[in-house]
């Protein structure tokens, strides 16, 4: 059964740091296409970030420079480190994966089949 589990959500003050992790279980791909979304409240989900199957990374141009997926040693856990947080990165954060995403243009929702629970970021000013 493919899972996926985020951690390492909080609340933090303006200008500080959080690392969430993502960890997905039950899959058979070779190579994965893994993205992190966001959704405050009222608001649609976003997409913040995503590591293609091609190895190529897209940002969001809100978090370019800040925001940084990375992997450890562990093949299917991913990370996405969050620099210089704002009260505009409050939210849930969800990664999503899925076999490939070729052909997307931007970071879209509709092109990951499986999702995570959530983790909730919360940044004061």
């Known amino acids: 059964q493919r899972h996926l589990v985020e951690s390492g959500g909080g609340s933090v003050e303006a200008g500080e740091s959080l690392t969430l992790s993502c960890e997905f279980s039950g899959y058979t791909y070779f190579r994965y296409c893994m993205g992190w979304f966001r959704q405050a409240p009222g608001k649609e989900r976003e997409g913040v970030a995503v590591?293609?199957?091609?190895?190529?990374?897209r940002y969001a141009d809100s978090v370019k420079g800040r925001f940084a997926i990375s992997k450890d040693n562990a093949p299917n856990t991913r990370h996405l480190q969050m620099n210089k947080l704002t009260p505009e990165d409050t939210g849930v954060y969800y990664c999503?994966?899925?076999?490939?995403?070729?052909?997307?243009?931007?970071?879209?929702?509709?092109?990951?089949?499986?999702w995570g629970q959530g983790t909730q970021v919360t940044v004061s000013s």
């Open positions: 590591l293609d199957d091609d190895g190529n990374l």
């Open positions: 999503a994966a899925d076999e490939t995403c070729r052909g997307m243009t931007t970071i879209e929702a509709g092109y990951f089949e499986h």
